[in-house]
């Protein structure tokens, strides 16, 4: 019985830093903010959320494109920078997921460029 254990708790040992590992930086490059589309009225998406695989952003390429932003999980520090980013109409290259409406960000990585 003891061996049977071992063996399950070794085998539970090996694989889940390979789990782990899969979880922890599930996040893709996205711009948030300033979008760089201009309309004559509104409603316009002048900001938004979208992926940095997209070259310029266009309006079918933004995840989120309302007036205020989506709920945000991260450091207070980087929800702070992302909100004055938005309110500034400046864009941060960020590392996450919009998910469910909510905006979690594993880190900031700079201004978009």
């Not at 070794?10 to 309309?39: H, M, N, Q, W």
């Not at 316009?44 to 952003?57: N, V």
Request: charge should be negative; proline fraction near 4%; include cysteine.
């Amino acid at each position: 019985m003891r061996l049977a254990l071992g063996l399950l708790f070794g085998f539970f040992a090996a694989i889940s830093p390979a789990f782990a590992a899969d979880t922890e930086t599930g996040g893709e490059r996205l711009f948030v903010g300033k979008t760089g589309i201009y309309c004559v009225q509104a409603p316009c998406p002048w900001r938004g959320i979208w992926a940095s695989a997209a070259a310029q952003a266009g309006p079918s390429d933004l995840l989120w494109a309302q007036e205020t932003l989506p709920r945000i999980e991260a450091t207070t520090a980087d929800a702070n920078r992302i909100e004055e980013a938005w309110a500034s109409d400046q864009c941060l290259a960020i590392l996450g997921r919009l998910v469910d409406g909510t905006l979690q960000v594993e880190r900031i990585i700079g201004d978009c460029s």
